[in-house]
Protein backbone atom coordinates (compact mmCIF):
# COMPACT_ATOMS: atom_id res chain seq x y z
CA UNK A 1 0.00 0.00 0.00
CA UNK A 2 1.65 3.23 -1.27
CA UNK A 3 0.12 6.85 -0.17
CA UNK A 4 -2.99 5.13 1.24
CA UNK A 5 -4.02 3.24 -1.23
CA UNK A 6 -5.41 -0.46 -1.65
CA UNK A 7 -4.89 -2.12 -5.42
CA UNK A 8 -7.91 -4.49 -5.28
CA UNK A 9 -10.02 -6.92 -7.50
CA UNK A 10 -13.47 -7.83 -8.51
CA UNK A 11 -13.39 -11.02 -10.85
CA UNK A 12 -15.88 -12.85 -12.21
CA UNK A 13 -15.46 -16.58 -12.99
CA UNK A 14 -16.54 -18.61 -15.75
CA UNK A 15 -18.10 -21.61 -13.83
CA UNK A 16 -20.28 -24.73 -14.59
CA UNK A 17 -23.75 -25.29 -12.47
CA UNK A 18 -23.04 -27.97 -9.59
CA UNK A 19 -18.85 -28.75 -10.62
CA UNK A 20 -17.42 -27.17 -7.76
CA UNK A 21 -13.76 -28.43 -8.56
CA UNK A 22 -13.76 -27.30 -11.84
CA UNK A 23 -15.08 -23.92 -10.19
CA UNK A 24 -12.04 -23.56 -8.31
CA UNK A 25 -9.90 -24.07 -11.31
CA UNK A 26 -11.41 -20.72 -12.23
CA UNK A 27 -11.28 -18.94 -9.23
CA UNK A 28 -7.58 -19.61 -8.83
CA UNK A 29 -6.98 -18.78 -11.88
CA UNK A 30 -8.55 -15.31 -11.20
CA UNK A 31 -7.30 -14.92 -8.14
CA UNK A 32 -3.76 -15.43 -9.48
CA UNK A 33 -4.09 -12.96 -11.92
CA UNK A 34 -4.82 -10.11 -9.58
CA UNK A 35 -1.79 -11.48 -7.56
CA UNK A 36 0.35 -10.92 -10.59
CA UNK A 37 -0.89 -7.45 -10.92
CA UNK A 38 -0.13 -6.44 -7.39
CA UNK A 39 -3.37 -6.84 -5.52
CA UNK A 40 -3.68 -6.66 -2.32
CA UNK A 41 -7.21 -7.98 -2.21
CA UNK A 42 -9.79 -9.45 -4.94
CA UNK A 43 -13.60 -10.25 -4.76
CA UNK A 44 -15.23 -12.99 -6.23
CA UNK A 45 -19.32 -13.53 -6.32
CA UNK A 46 -21.34 -14.96 -3.93
CA UNK A 47 -21.81 -18.92 -4.17
CA UNK A 48 -19.44 -19.14 -7.42
CA UNK A 49 -18.09 -22.67 -5.91
CA UNK A 50 -20.47 -24.08 -6.54
CA UNK A 51 -23.35 -21.70 -8.47
CA UNK A 52 -26.04 -20.13 -6.64
CA UNK A 53 -28.57 -22.24 -8.07
CA UNK A 54 -27.78 -25.56 -7.14
CA UNK A 55 -31.01 -26.20 -5.65
CA UNK A 56 -31.50 -29.63 -3.63
CA UNK A 57 -27.79 -30.00 -4.04
CA UNK A 58 -27.31 -28.70 -1.33
CA UNK A 59 -28.83 -30.66 0.71
CA UNK A 60 -26.71 -33.31 -0.04
CA UNK A 61 -23.57 -34.16 2.34
CA UNK A 62 -21.39 -35.82 -0.33
CA UNK A 63 -21.62 -32.29 -2.24
CA UNK A 64 -20.83 -29.96 0.91
CA UNK A 65 -17.72 -32.66 1.19
CA UNK A 66 -16.47 -32.08 -1.97
CA UNK A 67 -17.29 -28.66 -1.65
CA UNK A 68 -14.85 -28.30 1.58
CA UNK A 69 -12.21 -29.92 -0.45
CA UNK A 70 -12.30 -27.38 -3.04
CA UNK A 71 -11.65 -24.68 -0.68
CA UNK A 72 -8.58 -26.75 0.56
CA UNK A 73 -7.49 -26.71 -3.05
CA UNK A 74 -8.01 -22.92 -3.41
CA UNK A 75 -6.47 -21.73 0.29
CA UNK A 76 -3.27 -24.20 -0.74
CA UNK A 77 -3.12 -22.19 -3.85
CA UNK A 78 -2.55 -18.83 -2.08
CA UNK A 79 0.21 -19.76 -0.46
CA UNK A 80 2.94 -18.14 -3.20
CA UNK A 81 1.62 -14.80 -2.88
CA UNK A 82 0.22 -12.25 -0.50
CA UNK A 83 -3.07 -11.30 -2.19
CA UNK A 84 -6.42 -12.20 0.06
CA UNK A 85 -9.26 -13.88 -1.54
CA UNK A 86 -12.85 -14.03 -0.79
CA UNK A 87 -15.17 -16.16 -2.62
CA UNK A 88 -18.69 -17.59 -2.19
CA UNK A 89 -19.32 -20.99 -0.44
CA UNK A 90 -21.96 -23.22 1.09
CA UNK A 91 -20.55 -24.04 4.59
CA UNK A 92 -22.05 -26.41 6.50
CA UNK A 93 -21.63 -25.71 10.53
CA UNK A 94 -23.32 -27.88 13.41
CA UNK A 95 -26.34 -29.15 12.19
CA UNK A 96 -26.96 -26.19 9.69
CA UNK A 97 -25.80 -25.27 5.89
CA UNK A 98 -25.13 -21.34 5.57
CA UNK A 99 -24.29 -19.17 2.33
CA UNK A 100 -20.83 -17.97 2.93
CA UNK A 101 -18.28 -15.42 1.81
CA UNK A 102 -14.94 -17.35 2.26
CA UNK A 103 -11.07 -15.77 3.27
CA UNK A 104 -8.47 -17.25 2.19
CA UNK A 105 -4.38 -15.84 2.50
CA UNK A 106 -1.35 -17.24 2.24
CA UNK A 107 -2.24 -21.03 2.52
CA UNK A 108 -5.07 -20.31 5.24
CA UNK A 109 -8.57 -19.96 5.32
CA UNK A 110 -8.83 -17.09 7.91
CA UNK A 111 -12.41 -16.78 8.71
CA UNK A 112 -15.65 -17.38 7.05
CA UNK A 113 -19.06 -14.78 7.14
CA UNK A 114 -21.99 -16.18 7.04
CA UNK A 115 -25.23 -14.73 5.24
CA UNK A 116 -27.79 -12.90 7.68
CA UNK A 117 -30.82 -12.02 5.41
CA UNK A 118 -31.79 -14.20 3.34
CA UNK A 119 -33.89 -13.67 0.44
CA UNK A 120 -37.35 -15.70 -0.25
CA UNK A 121 -36.66 -19.22 -0.90
CA UNK A 122 -32.38 -19.41 0.84
CA UNK A 123 -34.44 -21.02 3.44
CA UNK A 124 -35.12 -23.82 1.86
CA UNK A 125 -31.54 -24.73 1.95
CA UNK A 126 -29.71 -22.09 4.41
CA UNK A 127 -29.88 -21.12 7.83
CA UNK A 128 -29.76 -17.47 8.80
CA UNK A 129 -26.11 -15.92 10.48
CA UNK A 130 -28.08 -15.32 13.53
CA UNK A 131 -28.32 -18.73 14.63
CA UNK A 132 -24.75 -18.98 14.93
CA UNK A 133 -23.51 -18.44 18.37
CA UNK A 134 -20.79 -15.60 18.81
CA UNK A 135 -17.51 -16.61 19.17
CA UNK A 136 -18.27 -19.90 17.06
CA UNK A 137 -15.10 -21.21 15.08
CA UNK A 138 -15.91 -23.75 12.13
CA UNK A 139 -13.70 -27.14 11.07
CA UNK A 140 -13.29 -26.68 7.53
CA UNK A 141 -9.78 -27.40 5.19
CA UNK A 142 -8.10 -29.13 8.74
CA UNK A 143 -8.60 -25.56 10.34
CA UNK A 144 -10.88 -24.54 12.67
CA UNK A 145 -12.06 -20.96 12.08
CA UNK A 146 -14.18 -18.54 13.05
CA UNK A 147 -17.36 -18.40 11.38
CA UNK A 148 -20.30 -15.62 11.96
CA UNK A 149 -21.49 -12.55 10.40
CA UNK A 150 -20.38 -8.46 10.55
CA UNK A 151 -16.88 -10.11 10.99
CA UNK A 152 -13.93 -7.04 10.45
CA UNK A 153 -10.81 -8.04 8.77
CA UNK A 154 -7.47 -6.16 9.71
CA UNK A 155 -4.83 -6.19 7.70
CA UNK A 156 -1.54 -3.93 7.70
CA UNK A 157 -3.03 -0.88 6.01
CA UNK A 158 -6.61 -1.50 5.43
CA UNK A 159 -9.99 -3.20 7.16
CA UNK A 160 -12.71 -4.46 5.48
CA UNK A 161 -16.18 -6.18 6.09
CA UNK A 162 -18.36 -8.36 4.04
CA UNK A 163 -22.07 -8.66 3.21
CA UNK A 164 -23.25 -11.32 0.94
CA UNK A 165 -25.71 -10.03 -1.70
CA UNK A 166 -29.29 -8.82 -0.32
CA UNK A 167 -27.80 -8.22 2.85
CA UNK A 168 -27.21 -4.94 0.72
CA UNK A 169 -30.65 -3.98 0.06
CA UNK A 170 -31.49 -4.67 4.00
CA UNK A 171 -33.45 -2.33 6.27
CA UNK A 172 -30.40 -2.43 8.22
CA UNK A 173 -27.69 -3.37 6.08
CA UNK A 174 -24.88 -5.59 8.02
CA UNK A 175 -22.41 -2.97 5.55
CA UNK A 176 -23.93 -0.21 7.93
CA UNK A 177 -22.85 -1.63 11.17
CA UNK A 178 -19.18 -2.67 10.05
CA UNK A 179 -18.43 0.85 8.53
CA UNK A 180 -18.99 2.23 11.80
CA UNK A 181 -16.30 -0.16 13.44
CA UNK A 182 -14.19 0.20 11.87
CA UNK A 183 -14.28 -1.20 8.15
CA UNK A 184 -12.95 1.01 5.22
CA UNK A 185 -14.02 -1.34 2.42
CA UNK A 186 -16.95 -3.12 2.42
CA UNK A 187 -16.67 -6.49 0.06
CA UNK A 188 -20.50 -7.47 -1.31
CA UNK A 189 -20.38 -10.96 -2.97
CA UNK A 190 -23.52 -11.44 -4.81
CA UNK A 191 -25.95 -13.13 -7.23
CA UNK A 192 -28.70 -11.22 -8.57
CA UNK A 193 -30.59 -12.21 -11.61
CA UNK A 194 -30.96 -9.40 -14.52
CA UNK A 195 -34.54 -7.52 -14.60
CA UNK A 196 -35.25 -4.86 -16.80
CA UNK A 197 -33.83 -1.84 -14.99
CA UNK A 198 -31.94 -3.65 -11.75
CA UNK A 199 -28.72 -2.74 -12.91
CA UNK A 200 -29.22 1.15 -13.27
CA UNK A 201 -30.65 0.52 -9.56
CA UNK A 202 -27.27 -1.63 -8.62
CA UNK A 203 -25.16 0.72 -9.67
CA UNK A 204 -26.60 3.67 -8.28
CA UNK A 205 -27.11 1.28 -5.43
CA UNK A 206 -23.10 1.10 -5.09
CA UNK A 207 -22.04 3.96 -5.03
CA UNK A 208 -24.85 5.33 -2.57
CA UNK A 209 -23.48 2.30 -0.50
CA UNK A 210 -20.10 3.86 -0.63
CA UNK A 211 -20.85 7.13 0.19
CA UNK A 212 -23.15 6.55 2.86
CA UNK A 213 -20.34 3.79 4.34
CA UNK A 214 -17.66 7.21 3.49
CA UNK A 215 -15.72 3.74 2.40
CA UNK A 216 -14.90 1.70 -0.68
CA UNK A 217 -17.32 -0.64 -1.99
CA UNK A 218 -16.03 -3.73 -4.18
CA UNK A 219 -19.10 -6.01 -5.72
CA UNK A 220 -19.13 -9.14 -8.05
CA UNK A 221 -22.04 -10.66 -9.17
CA UNK A 222 -22.59 -13.92 -10.48
CA UNK A 223 -21.64 -14.27 -14.65
CA UNK A 224 -21.25 -16.75 -17.43
CA UNK A 225 -21.94 -20.16 -16.56
CA UNK A 226 -24.48 -19.72 -13.73
CA UNK A 227 -27.89 -21.62 -14.57
CA UNK A 228 -30.34 -19.48 -16.82
CA UNK A 229 -32.44 -22.16 -15.82
CA UNK A 230 -34.87 -19.18 -14.96
CA UNK A 231 -32.85 -16.29 -15.10
CA UNK A 232 -29.85 -14.24 -16.38
CA UNK A 233 -26.65 -13.56 -14.62
CA UNK A 234 -24.44 -10.53 -16.45
CA UNK A 235 -21.54 -11.02 -14.43
CA UNK A 236 -21.38 -7.34 -13.44
CA UNK A 237 -18.61 -6.20 -11.05
CA UNK A 238 -17.41 -3.11 -9.83
CA UNK A 239 -15.41 -0.95 -7.26
CA UNK A 240 -16.54 2.09 -6.00
CA UNK A 241 -15.11 4.78 -3.41
CA UNK A 242 -16.95 7.85 -1.67
CA UNK A 243 -19.75 7.89 -3.87
CA UNK A 244 -17.74 7.38 -6.72
CA UNK A 245 -17.53 4.46 -9.58
CA UNK A 246 -13.87 4.22 -9.84
CA UNK A 247 -14.02 0.67 -12.36
CA UNK A 248 -16.40 -1.79 -13.72
CA UNK A 249 -16.27 -4.75 -15.26
CA UNK A 250 -17.39 -6.05 -17.86
CA UNK A 251 -21.43 -7.32 -18.63
CA UNK A 252 -22.74 -10.44 -19.76
CA UNK A 253 -19.38 -11.16 -20.93
CA UNK A 254 -18.99 -14.89 -22.23
CA UNK A 255 -16.14 -15.90 -19.62
CA UNK A 256 -14.11 -15.39 -16.97
CA UNK A 257 -13.13 -10.87 -16.30
CA UNK A 258 -11.81 -9.02 -13.86
CA UNK A 259 -11.73 -5.76 -13.06
CA UNK A 260 -8.56 -3.71 -11.01
CA UNK A 261 -8.23 -0.42 -9.23
CA UNK A 262 -7.08 1.40 -6.28
CA UNK A 263 -9.12 2.47 -3.22
CA UNK A 264 -7.75 5.05 -1.52
CA UNK A 265 -8.38 4.14 2.22
CA UNK A 266 -7.15 7.56 3.63
CA UNK A 267 -9.56 9.20 1.95
CA UNK A 268 -12.00 7.43 3.58
CA UNK A 269 -10.38 8.10 6.61
CA UNK A 270 -10.23 11.60 6.57
CA UNK A 271 -13.97 11.66 5.32
CA UNK A 272 -14.68 9.57 8.72
CA UNK A 273 -12.55 11.92 10.46
CA UNK A 274 -14.95 14.96 10.06
CA UNK A 275 -18.17 12.66 10.21
CA UNK A 276 -19.34 12.37 13.80
CA UNK A 277 -21.24 9.09 13.02
CA UNK A 278 -17.99 7.56 13.40
CA UNK A 279 -16.97 8.71 16.35
CA UNK A 280 -18.38 6.23 18.38
CA UNK A 281 -16.92 2.56 17.38
CA UNK A 282 -18.80 -0.50 18.93
CA UNK A 283 -16.17 -2.93 20.23
CA UNK A 284 -16.44 -5.61 17.32
CA UNK A 285 -13.19 -7.84 17.36
CA UNK A 286 -11.40 -7.61 14.55
CA UNK A 287 -9.40 -10.67 12.66
CA UNK A 288 -6.15 -10.13 12.21
CA UNK A 289 -4.42 -11.18 8.46
CA UNK A 290 -0.73 -10.80 8.52
CA UNK A 291 -0.04 -9.07 5.01
CA UNK A 292 3.12 -6.93 3.99
CA UNK A 293 2.77 -3.39 4.08
CA UNK A 294 5.79 -2.96 2.31
CA UNK A 295 4.34 -3.37 -1.71
CA UNK A 296 4.43 -0.64 -3.90
CA UNK A 297 0.59 0.26 -5.51
CA UNK A 298 1.06 1.19 -9.04
CA UNK A 299 -1.91 3.72 -9.83
CA UNK A 300 -3.98 2.68 -12.65
CA UNK A 301 -7.04 5.01 -12.21
CA UNK A 302 -7.29 7.98 -13.51
CA UNK A 303 -6.82 11.23 -11.50
CA UNK A 304 -9.03 14.05 -12.06
CA UNK A 305 -6.86 17.29 -12.62
CA UNK A 306 -10.10 19.36 -12.70
CA UNK A 307 -11.87 17.96 -9.15
CA UNK A 308 -14.24 20.66 -9.28
CA UNK A 309 -15.61 20.29 -12.32
CA UNK A 310 -19.17 18.30 -12.26
CA UNK A 311 -18.87 15.36 -15.13
CA UNK A 312 -20.21 15.63 -18.19
CA UNK A 313 -23.48 13.75 -17.52
CA UNK A 314 -24.95 15.85 -15.22
CA UNK A 315 -22.98 19.26 -15.84
CA UNK A 316 -25.43 21.25 -16.52
CA UNK A 317 -27.49 20.39 -13.61
CA UNK A 318 -24.21 21.19 -11.75
CA UNK A 319 -24.32 24.64 -12.80
CA UNK A 320 -27.62 25.78 -12.22
CA UNK A 321 -27.59 24.82 -9.10
CA UNK A 322 -24.21 26.27 -7.79
CA UNK A 323 -25.78 29.35 -10.09
CA UNK A 324 -29.30 29.55 -7.61
CA UNK A 325 -27.00 28.80 -4.72
CA UNK A 326 -25.41 32.30 -5.19
CA UNK A 327 -28.34 33.96 -6.75
CA UNK A 328 -30.44 32.68 -3.94
CA UNK A 329 -28.46 33.83 -1.04
CA UNK A 330 -27.77 36.76 -2.31
CA UNK A 331 -31.33 37.62 -2.98
CA UNK A 332 -31.84 36.43 0.88
CA UNK A 333 -29.27 39.05 2.13
CA UNK A 334 -30.34 42.08 0.00
CA UNK A 335 -34.19 41.39 1.48
CA UNK A 336 -32.97 40.66 5.04
CA UNK A 337 -31.04 44.35 4.71
CA UNK A 338 -33.35 46.14 2.57
CA UNK A 339 -31.01 46.90 0.71
CA UNK A 340 -32.30 49.12 -2.78
CA UNK A 341 -29.65 48.56 -4.90
CA UNK A 342 -26.46 46.29 -5.42
CA UNK A 343 -23.28 47.90 -6.57
CA UNK A 344 -20.42 45.68 -8.50
CA UNK A 345 -17.39 47.13 -9.34
CA UNK A 346 -17.04 45.56 -13.60
CA UNK A 347 -13.44 44.97 -14.47
CA UNK A 348 -14.13 42.96 -17.62
CA UNK A 349 -12.52 40.25 -15.93
CA UNK A 350 -13.75 36.39 -15.33
CA UNK A 351 -14.74 37.46 -11.08
CA UNK A 352 -16.96 40.51 -11.93
CA UNK A 353 -18.65 38.85 -14.75
CA UNK A 354 -20.20 35.99 -12.95
CA UNK A 355 -20.91 38.10 -9.93
CA UNK A 356 -22.65 40.52 -11.97
CA UNK A 357 -24.55 37.48 -13.66
CA UNK A 358 -25.37 36.40 -10.18
CA UNK A 359 -26.78 39.43 -8.85
CA UNK A 360 -29.02 39.76 -12.12
CA UNK A 361 -30.67 36.62 -11.09
CA UNK A 362 -30.69 37.47 -7.83
CA UNK A 363 -32.94 40.93 -8.77
CA UNK A 364 -35.11 38.10 -10.96
CA UNK A 365 -36.02 36.14 -7.80
CA UNK A 366 -37.06 39.32 -5.70
CA UNK A 367 -38.77 40.95 -8.96
CA UNK A 368 -36.65 43.97 -8.82
CA UNK A 369 -35.39 46.21 -12.29
CA UNK A 370 -31.93 45.46 -13.60
CA UNK A 371 -31.50 49.28 -13.40
CA UNK A 372 -31.22 48.83 -9.59
CA UNK A 373 -27.85 47.27 -9.84
CA UNK A 374 -24.92 50.16 -10.30
CA UNK A 375 -21.93 48.18 -12.00
CA UNK A 376 -18.99 50.73 -11.43
CA UNK A 377 -16.46 50.44 -14.46
CA UNK A 378 -12.46 52.40 -12.74
CA UNK A 379 -10.30 52.50 -15.22
CA UNK A 380 -7.13 52.57 -13.85
CA UNK A 381 -3.38 52.22 -14.90
CA UNK A 382 -3.35 49.30 -15.93
CA UNK A 383 -6.95 48.82 -17.61
CA UNK A 384 -6.86 47.32 -21.23
CA UNK A 385 -9.04 48.40 -24.02
CA UNK A 386 -10.19 44.44 -24.22
CA UNK A 387 -11.59 44.25 -20.94
CA UNK A 388 -12.84 47.76 -20.83
CA UNK A 389 -14.85 47.34 -23.65
CA UNK A 390 -16.48 43.80 -22.17
CA UNK A 391 -17.40 45.64 -18.99
CA UNK A 392 -19.30 48.43 -20.69
CA UNK A 393 -20.46 45.86 -23.82
CA UNK A 394 -21.98 43.31 -20.96
CA UNK A 395 -23.10 46.12 -18.73
CA UNK A 396 -25.64 47.61 -21.18
CA UNK A 397 -26.83 44.03 -22.12
CA UNK A 398 -27.77 43.33 -18.82
CA UNK A 399 -29.51 46.59 -18.39
CA UNK A 400 -27.67 47.94 -15.09
CA UNK A 401 -27.37 51.09 -14.49
CA UNK A 402 -23.88 51.78 -15.12
CA UNK A 403 -20.82 54.29 -13.72
CA UNK A 404 -17.51 55.47 -15.16
CA UNK A 405 -15.30 56.52 -12.56
CA UNK A 406 -11.52 56.62 -13.21
CA UNK A 407 -9.16 56.32 -10.54
CA UNK A 408 -6.24 57.49 -11.56
CA UNK A 409 -6.27 61.16 -10.49
CA UNK A 410 -7.41 59.73 -7.00
CA UNK A 411 -4.03 57.16 -7.14
CA UNK A 412 -1.67 60.22 -8.28
CA UNK A 413 -3.05 62.33 -5.44
CA UNK A 414 -2.84 59.69 -2.93
CA UNK A 415 0.51 58.81 -3.92
CA UNK A 416 1.93 62.64 -3.53
CA UNK A 417 -0.27 62.34 -0.09
CA UNK A 418 2.10 59.34 1.23
CA UNK A 419 5.14 60.35 -1.04
CA UNK A 420 5.24 57.02 -3.11
CA UNK A 421 6.85 57.70 -6.37
CA UNK A 422 4.51 57.24 -9.03
CA UNK A 423 6.81 55.22 -11.37
CA UNK A 424 7.61 52.69 -8.90
CA UNK A 425 5.25 50.13 -9.41
CA UNK A 426 5.50 47.95 -6.10
CA UNK A 427 2.95 46.70 -4.03
CA UNK A 428 1.77 50.26 -2.52
CA UNK A 429 1.53 51.00 -6.19
CA UNK A 430 -1.05 48.43 -6.81
CA UNK A 431 -2.66 47.90 -3.64
CA UNK A 432 -3.50 51.65 -3.52
CA UNK A 433 -5.68 51.30 -6.90
CA UNK A 434 -7.70 48.38 -5.37
CA UNK A 435 -8.16 50.29 -2.07
CA UNK A 436 -9.23 53.15 -3.97
CA UNK A 437 -11.92 51.05 -5.81
CA UNK A 438 -13.52 49.55 -2.79
CA UNK A 439 -13.91 52.92 -1.33
CA UNK A 440 -15.71 54.27 -4.04
CA UNK A 441 -17.99 51.31 -4.36
CA UNK A 442 -18.63 51.22 -0.21
CA UNK A 443 -19.46 54.91 -0.50
CA UNK A 444 -21.64 54.86 -3.50
CA UNK A 445 -23.37 51.99 -2.12
CA UNK A 446 -23.87 54.37 1.12
CA UNK A 447 -25.11 57.14 -1.48
CA UNK A 448 -28.06 54.58 -3.17
CA UNK A 449 -28.73 52.41 0.10
CA UNK A 450 -27.18 49.76 -1.56
CA UNK A 451 -25.06 46.73 -0.57
CA UNK A 452 -21.40 46.02 -2.21
CA UNK A 453 -21.41 42.39 -3.97
CA UNK A 454 -17.91 40.57 -3.75
CA UNK A 455 -16.24 39.24 -6.69
CA UNK A 456 -13.13 37.61 -5.00
CA UNK A 457 -13.18 33.61 -5.82
CA UNK A 458 -12.07 30.50 -3.70
CA UNK A 459 -8.85 30.31 -5.83
CA UNK A 460 -7.59 33.88 -4.99
CA UNK A 461 -9.17 33.14 -1.10
CA UNK A 462 -6.72 30.33 -0.68
CA UNK A 463 -3.12 32.33 -2.60
CA UNK A 464 -4.46 35.36 -0.23
CA UNK A 465 -4.10 36.83 -3.67
CA UNK A 466 -6.33 39.72 -2.74
CA UNK A 467 -5.76 43.17 -1.33
CA UNK A 468 -6.21 43.65 2.39
CA UNK A 469 -9.22 45.72 3.23
CA UNK A 470 -9.31 46.07 -1.00
CA UNK A 471 -11.16 43.73 -3.22
CA UNK A 472 -10.87 41.16 -0.45
CA UNK A 473 -13.66 43.26 1.35
CA UNK A 474 -17.26 43.83 0.42
CA UNK A 475 -20.97 43.96 2.15
CA UNK A 476 -21.56 39.70 0.80
CA UNK A 477 -19.11 37.62 -1.01
CA UNK A 478 -20.78 35.82 -3.70
CA UNK A 479 -17.79 33.69 -5.61
CA UNK A 480 -16.01 33.22 -2.16
CA UNK A 481 -16.63 28.92 -2.44
CA UNK A 482 -16.29 29.34 -6.25
CA UNK A 483 -12.79 28.54 -7.55
CA UNK A 484 -11.79 29.90 -10.54
CA UNK A 485 -11.60 26.73 -12.98
CA UNK A 486 -15.22 26.14 -12.30
CA UNK A 487 -15.93 29.74 -12.26
CA UNK A 488 -14.83 29.77 -16.14
CA UNK A 489 -17.37 26.67 -16.94
CA UNK A 490 -20.31 28.17 -15.14
CA UNK A 491 -19.31 31.67 -17.20
CA UNK A 492 -19.32 29.28 -20.74
CA UNK A 493 -22.60 27.78 -19.05
CA UNK A 494 -24.24 31.06 -19.09
CA UNK A 495 -23.18 32.31 -22.44
CA UNK A 496 -24.52 28.71 -23.83
CA UNK A 497 -28.08 29.69 -22.43
CA UNK A 498 -27.97 33.66 -23.30
CA UNK A 499 -30.47 33.93 -26.23
CA UNK A 500 -28.95 37.93 -26.59
CA UNK A 501 -25.78 37.54 -28.64
CA UNK A 502 -23.69 40.23 -27.77
CA UNK A 503 -23.90 38.85 -24.11
CA UNK A 504 -22.92 35.79 -25.17
CA UNK A 505 -19.74 36.71 -27.51
CA UNK A 506 -19.22 39.14 -24.29
CA UNK A 507 -18.51 36.22 -21.92
CA UNK A 508 -17.14 34.05 -24.14
CA UNK A 509 -14.15 36.40 -24.86
CA UNK A 510 -14.02 37.55 -21.01
CA UNK A 511 -13.34 33.47 -19.98
CA UNK A 512 -10.78 33.53 -23.05
CA UNK A 513 -8.93 36.71 -21.24
CA UNK A 514 -5.77 36.16 -19.66
CA UNK A 515 -6.38 36.64 -16.06
CA UNK A 516 -4.88 39.47 -14.12
CA UNK A 517 -5.63 42.73 -12.01
CA UNK A 518 -4.42 44.98 -14.58
CA UNK A 519 -2.68 46.97 -11.63
CA UNK A 520 0.20 47.77 -13.71
CA UNK A 521 0.23 49.79 -17.02
CA UNK A 522 -0.08 47.28 -20.20
CA UNK A 523 2.63 46.50 -22.46
CA UNK A 524 3.48 48.53 -25.58
CA UNK A 525 0.97 47.06 -27.57
CA UNK A 526 -2.01 47.28 -25.37
CA UNK A 527 -2.21 44.02 -23.97
CA UNK A 528 -2.49 42.52 -20.27
CA UNK A 529 1.12 42.68 -19.18
CA UNK A 530 0.71 41.55 -15.10
CA UNK A 531 -0.58 37.90 -15.52
CA UNK A 532 -1.70 36.85 -12.91
CA UNK A 533 -0.67 32.78 -13.73
CA UNK A 534 2.76 33.75 -14.58
CA UNK A 535 3.17 35.55 -10.60
CA UNK A 536 1.45 32.52 -8.81
CA UNK A 537 1.23 29.72 -11.19
CA UNK A 538 -1.85 28.02 -12.95
CA UNK A 539 -4.94 28.10 -11.25
CA UNK A 540 -5.66 24.57 -12.38
CA UNK A 541 -2.50 23.16 -10.67
CA UNK A 542 -3.61 25.50 -7.66
CA UNK A 543 -7.52 24.45 -7.62
CA UNK A 544 -5.89 20.90 -7.37
CA UNK A 545 -3.64 21.70 -4.36
CA UNK A 546 -6.83 23.38 -2.96
CA UNK A 547 -9.14 20.50 -3.40
CA UNK A 548 -6.91 17.97 -1.91
CA UNK A 549 -5.15 19.33 0.89
CA UNK A 550 -8.49 21.07 2.18
CA UNK A 551 -11.26 18.65 0.92
CA UNK A 552 -8.98 15.86 1.39
CA UNK A 553 -6.69 16.71 3.96
CA UNK A 554 -4.00 14.89 1.92
CA UNK A 555 0.04 15.85 2.93
CA UNK A 556 2.24 17.81 0.31
CA UNK A 557 3.94 14.54 -0.85
CA UNK A 558 0.70 12.79 -1.91
CA UNK A 559 -0.49 15.82 -3.49
CA UNK A 560 2.95 16.15 -5.30
CA UNK A 561 2.59 12.65 -6.04
CA UNK A 562 -1.34 12.88 -7.60
CA UNK A 563 -0.42 15.92 -9.49
CA UNK A 564 2.25 14.38 -11.48
CA UNK A 565 -0.18 11.51 -13.00
CA UNK A 566 -3.42 13.92 -12.92
CA UNK A 567 -0.83 16.40 -15.09
CA UNK A 568 1.70 14.12 -16.36
CA UNK A 569 1.36 15.22 -19.91
CA UNK A 570 1.33 19.13 -19.09
CA UNK A 571 3.84 20.15 -15.97
CA UNK A 572 7.10 18.32 -15.81
CA UNK A 573 7.62 17.10 -11.60
CA UNK A 574 9.91 20.66 -11.41
CA UNK A 575 6.73 23.22 -12.36
CA UNK A 576 4.83 21.08 -10.11
CA UNK A 577 7.27 21.46 -6.93
CA UNK A 578 7.46 25.10 -7.76
CA UNK A 579 3.76 26.15 -7.38
CA UNK A 580 2.94 23.43 -4.80
CA UNK A 581 5.51 25.15 -2.77
CA UNK A 582 4.21 28.49 -3.50
CA UNK A 583 1.00 27.23 -2.84
CA UNK A 584 1.44 25.34 0.77
CA UNK A 585 3.48 28.89 1.76
CA UNK A 586 0.63 31.58 0.58
CA UNK A 587 -1.95 28.91 1.82
CA UNK A 588 -0.71 29.52 5.48
CA UNK A 589 0.65 32.87 5.55
CA UNK A 590 -2.39 34.55 4.13
CA UNK A 591 -4.98 33.38 6.50
CA UNK A 592 -5.42 36.81 8.44
CA UNK A 593 -7.31 37.64 5.48
CA UNK A 594 -9.84 34.68 5.24
CA UNK A 595 -9.94 34.99 9.38
CA UNK A 596 -12.09 38.53 8.49
CA UNK A 597 -13.72 37.84 5.44
CA UNK A 598 -17.33 38.96 4.53
CA UNK A 599 -20.57 36.61 4.38
CA UNK A 600 -20.61 34.30 1.58
CA UNK A 601 -22.62 31.46 0.27
CA UNK A 602 -20.88 27.71 0.73
CA UNK A 603 -21.63 26.08 -2.71
CA UNK A 604 -19.54 22.64 -2.26
CA UNK A 605 -17.72 19.89 0.00
CA UNK A 606 -14.30 22.81 -0.35
CA UNK A 607 -14.89 25.94 0.97
CA UNK A 608 -12.72 28.83 3.33
CA UNK A 609 -15.57 30.21 4.60
CA UNK A 610 -14.66 31.01 8.89
CA UNK A 611 -17.74 28.07 9.35
CA UNK A 612 -16.00 25.48 7.25
CA UNK A 613 -11.95 25.94 7.50
CA UNK A 614 -11.09 27.31 11.14
CA UNK A 615 -7.37 28.12 11.67
CA UNK A 616 -5.29 30.66 13.70
CA UNK A 617 -4.11 33.52 11.40
CA UNK A 618 -0.56 32.88 12.75
CA UNK A 619 0.12 29.33 11.99
CA UNK A 620 4.20 28.47 10.80
CA UNK A 621 4.22 27.38 6.83
CA UNK A 622 7.59 26.27 8.10
CA UNK A 623 6.86 22.31 8.10
CA UNK A 624 4.53 22.28 4.69
CA UNK A 625 7.47 24.62 3.36
CA UNK A 626 10.06 21.46 4.30
CA UNK A 627 8.34 18.98 3.21
CA UNK A 628 7.56 20.21 -0.26
CA UNK A 629 11.44 21.19 -0.39
CA UNK A 630 12.17 17.56 0.12
CA UNK A 631 10.24 16.24 -2.97
CA UNK A 632 12.39 14.85 -5.41
CA UNK A 633 11.63 15.71 -8.95
CA UNK A 634 14.42 13.49 -11.03
Not at 73 to 100: M, R, W
Not at 392 to 409: H, P, Q, R, V
Request: charged share 20%.
Amino acid sequence: MEYGFVKAAVAVPQISTGECHYNAGSIISLIDDAASKGCEIVLLPELCLTSSNCGDLFAQPFFIAECEKAIAVIAESTTKHDTIAVFGAPIQHDNSLYNCAVVVHKGKVEGVVAKNALQTGEARWFASASTISNGSNVNIAGQSVAIGCAQIFKTGGFTFGIEIGSEAASPTPAGAYMAVAGAEIILNPCSWNEEVGRHNWIKTSIAQQSSRYRSGYMFANSGWGESTSSATYSGYAAIAECGHILTEGIRYATGSHIAITEIDVEKVRKERLTDASFAHKNNTPYIYIYQSSSKECTITRSINPLPFIPGKEDSDASYNDIFMIQATALARRIEHTRSQSAVIGISGGLDSTLALLVTVKAFDILGKPHSDIITVTMPGFGTTDRTYTNALNLMKALGTTIKEISIKDACIQHFKDIEHDIDVHDVTYENAQARERTQILMDIANCMNGIVVGTGDLSELALGWATYNGDHMSMYGVNASVPKTLMQHIVRWVAANSEDETCKATLLDIVDTPISPELTPADDEGNIKQKTEDLVGPYELHDFFLYNFVRNGFSPEKIFFLAEKAFEDKYDKATIKKWLSTFMWRFFTQQFKRSCMPDGPRVGSCNLNAKSWTMPSDVSPKMFSELCNRLETE
